[in-house]
C-alpha cells in the first residue's frame, strides 16, 4: 500500500491546515494510507500526544480513515522528519514550501547539492510534493 507522510505544527498554523489538506487529497486519491506527524523539541518541548494531535486534525479537516498520528521527539525538526520518511518507507512526502526551504538549508550544510527532491528521490525513493499556502 502507498504511504503518505505529512509533518505538521502543533498547534497547526494556517500553513499546516493547507498542507494537510493537500497531504489528504493526495492520500484519498491514490488509495494510500496517511502519516500525520508533529515533532516535539527536546529544546521546547510542549509533550504534544498523539490524542491532542489528532483531536487538532480533525478540528481541521475532519475524522479520517487510514491515518497514523505520530509524536516524535528530536532534537533538529527536519532531521528526525527524514528518519521518519526512511522509517515509514514513504513513497510520498507533503510539505510546505517553507519546510522545503529549510531543508535545502539543511541539505546544503551535509552535501554539495541542496536539491531536497532529488535527494529524498535517489536515496529514499519518495516523491516530494511542496505546497504553496501563500
Known amino acids: ?14 500553513h499546516s491546515i493547507g498542507t494537510l489538506r493537500e497531504a489528504v487529497r493526495i492520500a484519498r486519491e491514490r488509495d494510500a494510507d496517511l ?4 515533532v516535539d523539541l527536546y529544546h521546547d518541548s510542549r509533550n504534544v500526544s498523539r490524542r491532542q494531535l489528532k483531536r ?22 527536519e ?3 527524514l528518519e ?5 518507507e514513504a513513497d510520498v512526502v507533503v510539505i510546505g514550501k517553507a519546510q522545503a526551504g529549510r531543508w535545502r538549508r539543511m541539505i546544503r550544510r551535509l552535501l554539495d547539492d541542496p536539491d531536497i527532491e532529488h535527494f ?5 525513493d519518495t516523491e516530494v510534493v511542496t505546497v504553496a499556502t501563500d
Not at 502519516?35 to 508533529?38: M, N, R
Not at 487538532?56 to 525538526?77: I, T
Open 79 to 81: 532531521e528526525t522528519i
Open 56 to 77: 487538532a486534525v480533525a478540528d481541521h479537516v475532519g475524522d479520517l480513515e487510514n491515518v497514523r498520528y505520530v509524536v516524535r521527539q528530536g532534537l533538529l525538526v
Open 1 to 14: 500500500m502507498t504511504r503518505v507522510v505529512v509533518p505538521v505544527r502543533y498547534p497547526p498554523n494556517e
Open 35 to 38: 502519516t500525520i506527524l508533529h
Open 120 to 124: 529524498l528521490q535517489e536515496e529514499l
Open 84 to 88: 521518519e520518511i526512511a522509517a515509514e
